[in-house]
């Protein structure tokens, strides 16, 4: 009986088997994509692409830009300021805008002379408490080689650089006149007989005078020539420049300020008794890409 029963399991068991071609295996399948899915795919990251590259674009155009315009309103602004500069020790009743037929025309051209120094000059004559004379400012029709500075002994002069008082208008100073003197020397004197000198005295190469008293019993020490600021193509220069032709730059003495000036104009309005002159700077520059223009306006003392 238990024989039958083993013979039938067995049977029941080889019939249910299968060949061995035809077993399941756990092979993993193998995953791909198609060419559709491909092309797809390279299309959507080109857009992406397209897109971001846009923005970069855009914004390292942007930096560019900004950048260049930086650079250019850094070199204009410094171009302004050292005008400005130097016309804060201009001489009073000194500058001139020039467009190539006179002073005070506007122009692209300015010239000024510029102030070394300045002090109260000696009105009267007698002697200091040391003894010694004092020797005031000589002043039409009195005349003398020498007059004493009361505002110390360390005056900021030399010899060759000349001596201004009073000057009210710029044909004063730019022609040989009566209004500015040359320094021939300088010295000091004691005026209360004890050590160190008390004050400055300058010396004329012959005797002079001047004109007319400042009211402020002030003069002016100026160099041996002028400063010009020009334009030249389009660069903008500073130079110095003779008495006898001011608005004429001295050879060798040319400095470029400026590159790439589209255009330059000066324009000066004379000051009066209640109000300093005011000097206009209208520049302009162009490197071909980006445009910037600056109007400045610069005040110039006029105290005689």
């Not at 795919?41 to 674009?57: D, K, M, N, Q, T």
């Not at 710029?170 to 300088?186: A, E, K």
């Not at 020490?221 to 608005?247: C, H, M």
Request: charged fraction near 15%; aromatic fraction near 8%; charge should be positive.
């Amino acid at each position: 009986m238990c024989t039958n029963k083993q013979t039938i399991t067995r049977r029941l068991w080889l019939s249910n088997a299968k060949p061995n071609n035809q077993r399941t295996t756990n092979i993993p399948r193998m995953l791909g994509f198609t060419l559709i899915e491909l092309v797809v795919a390279i299309v959507l990251l080109g857009i992406v692409g397209s897109i971001v590259a846009v923005f970069l674009s855009n914004t390292l155009e942007g930096y560019s830009s900004l950048n260049r315009r930086d650079t250019l309103q850094a070199g204009l602004r410094m171009a302004v300021e050292r005008i400005s500069r130097e016309l804060r020790h201009a001489l009073p009743n000194s500058v001139c805008t020039d467009d190539g037929s006179g002073c005070n025309n506007p122009g692209s051209i300015v010239y000024f002379v510029r102030t070394v120094d300045a002090g109260e000059y000696q009105t009267q004559s007698g002697n200091y408490s040391s003894g010694q004379a004092r020797a005031p400012l000589p002043v039409a029709p009195a005349s003398s080689s020498r007059f004493d500075v009361l505002s110390g002994s360390s005056l900021n002069a030399s010899s060759g650089q000349w001596i201004v008082v009073y000057n009210t208008d710029n044909s004063d100073i730019y022609n040989s006149g009566s209004r500015r003197r040359q320094i021939n020397s300088l010295s000091t004197k004691d005026t209360d007989g004890s050590a160190p000198d008390d004050v400055s005295v300058v010396q004329f190469a012959s005797s002079v005078n001047f004109p007319t008293h400042s009211p402020s019993r002030r003069f002016h020490v100026i160099e041996n020539n002028a400063v010009i600021f020009y334009l030249q193509g389009t660069d903008l220069y500073r130079a110095i420049s003779n008495f006898s032709s001011p608005s004429t730059a001295t050879a060798s003495t040319e400095k470029l300020l400026l590159k790439n000036v589209s255009a330059c104009t000066f324009t000066y309005v004379p000051g009066s008794l209640l109000r300093s002159g005011l000097l206009r700077i209208n520049i302009q520059i162009d490197n071909g890409t980006e445009t910037l223009q600056m109007i400045h306006e610069a005040q110039v003392y006029n105290a005689p």
